[in-house]
């Protein structure tokens, strides 16, 4: 009721997508998104497991839940968090700061009551492994789709992204290292790969 009810819904995917067949949890968070029109924003510990070319995936949320993906959170009016636990921001204020903003919890462990603090407290909590959850709670929407509004938003964030990226790229300034040259380069990089039927895997630390 509460994901039909949304006009402005987005989905959390965390560190839970990770834990247990993270490809196939993946793309049912992916394939869940697509046919419900809910954009995703991925937390910090799940930045790379959406692929950009997807046009359902918005920029993630850094570990102080900043950024153009937690604004989009912010301003939601339901957050549905899949795999998201709240140890995963360092700032839950940043998050949902008034606490008002209802959430639907997906989970495959029940959220520990030292971790029902305020905006991370869910108004529904399911819990279950996630690709299965996913399925059940798709069923329940009977094709729902969010608002069209939702979709242009999405598009809208993602250009602006897209443009600082650019923008980072092409104007160096001082000749300080930036991360978003190197991101830009490795995506060239594994685009090429993938168009030639190569597989690669990039590991970082934080």
């Known amino acids: 009721k509460l994901l039909k009810a949304a006009k402005s819904p987005v989905i959390v995917a965390g560190d839970g997508v990770l ?26 510990m799940a930045k790379g497991m959406f692929p950009w070319k997807n046009s359902a995936v918005l920029p993630p949320m850094d570990a102080f839940a900043n950024g153009k993906g937690s604004d989009v959170v912010r301003k939601s009016d339901l957050i549905f968090t899949v795999g ?21 919890h997906l989970s495959n462990q029940k959220l520990p009551a030292a971790h029902r603090i305020k905006g991370m407290t869910p108004s529904v909590e399911v819990t279950a492994e996630l690709g299965a959850g996913l399925k059940a709670i798709s069923a329940g929407l009977k094709g729902h789709r969010a608002p069209r509004q939702v979709l242009d938003k999405t598009r809208l964030v993602r250009n602006l992204h897209d443009a600082d990226l650019k923008a980072a790229v092409a104007n160096p300034g001082s000749g300080r290292f930036k991360p978003q040259s190197v991101m830009n380069e490795l995506r060239k990089a594994l685009d090429q790969g993938a168009s030639k039927g190569e597989k690669a895997m990039v590991f970082g630390d934080v």
Request: glycine share 4%; proline share 11%.
């Open 84 to 104: 998201f636990h709240p140890t995963e921001t360092f700032e839950p204020r940043n998050f949902n700061p008034d606490g008002k903003i209802k959430m639907v």
């Open 19 to 44: 834990q247990v067949n993270a490809d196939a949890t993946a793309r049912a968070v992916l394939a869940f998104a697509k046919k419900h029109g809910i954009p995703v924003v991925p937390s910090a």
